[in-house]
């Protein structure tokens, strides 16, 4: 198994970035599919970007396409999120996740390891 541990939320203006690293433990994590989902007060979990095991292929929520980045460093076993132009709408606990085996990447559902989450507050 894996096991992940989320960082670097915080409070930003409008306009402002942040990058969001998920630190992930396990000798085999290079072999593991990678997600970014988030949830806001009173919202269901929702999909935000994802990268397969190899680092060649990516996807992002329309809501985020543009403004965010997802990659990977096997070599320090971590995930990143950058996120640029933020907007008061992407204010939300952020979770990394992760499987073995990719089935859609855009379903929390099919994530077998998940993070503790980071808050992430953007002020208008």
């Known amino acids: 198994q894996v096991q992940l541990v989320e960082s670097g939320g915080g409070l930003v203006q409008a306009g402002g970035s942040l990058r969001l690293p998920c630190s992930a433990s396990g000798r085999t994590f290079r072999r593991y599919h990678m997600g970014w989902f988030r949830q806001a007060p009173g919202k269901e979990r929702e999909f935000v970007a994802a990268?397969?095991?190899?680092?060649?292929?990516?996807a992002y929520a329309d809501s985020v396409k543009g403004r965010f980045t997802i990659s990977r460093d096997n070599a320090k076993n971590t995930v990143y999120l950058q996120m640029n132009s933020l907007k008061p709408e992407d204010t939300a606990v952020y979770y990394c996740?992760?499987?073995?085996?990719?089935?859609?990447?855009?379903?929390?559902?099919?994530?077998?390891?998940w993070g503790q989450g980071t808050q992430v507050t953007v002020s208008s």
């Open positions: 990268l397969s095991y190899s680092g060649d292929s990516t």
């Open positions: 996740a992760a499987t073995r085996v990719l089935i859609a990447s855009r379903d929390a559902a099919g994530y077998d390891y």
